[in-house]
Nanobody, 129 residues
């Protein structure tokens, strides 16, 4: 049974940092494109970062590029999202998700929520000014 479990959310001041984790289980981690998404109140879910488990290549959306860093520990089947220089507009529920194969990562389709096969339940990040 595939499981994705996010953790690390919480509250931060603008300019601060948080580190999210996503523990994956129940499938071969290295064969999946893994993504981080977020959804702010009243807004659509947004793909913000992705990594292909097989080669560790990372991809970022424009809203987080230069501030957020995605990484992985393949031995632990865990991915991370280091979030620096946080802004109030980063306030959202953050989700990790997975889709089989590298192509969604390589093509940029990872940004599309409908592409993903599996989702975690999310972790809440609140950034105050």
């Amino acid at each position: 049974q595939v499981q994705l479990v996010e953790s690390g959310g919480g509250s931060a001041q603008a300019g601060g940092s948080l580190r999210l984790s996503c523990a994956a289980s129940g499938y071969t981690y290295s064969r999946y494109c893994m993504g981080w998404f977020r959804q702010a109140p009243g807004k659509e879910r947004e793909g913000i970062a992705a990594i292909y488990g097989g080669d560790g290549r990372t991809y970022y959306g424009d809203s987080v590029k230069g501030r957020f860093t995605m990484s992985q520990d393949k031995a632990k089947s865990t991915l991370y999202l280091q979030m620096n220089s946080l802004k109030p507009e980063d306030t959202a529920m953050y989700y990790c998700a997975a889709v089989f194969g590298p192509y969604s990562c390589y093509s940029g389709n990872w940004r599309t929520t409908g592409i993903m096969d599996y989702w975690g339940k999310g972790t809440l990040v609140t950034v105050s000014s």
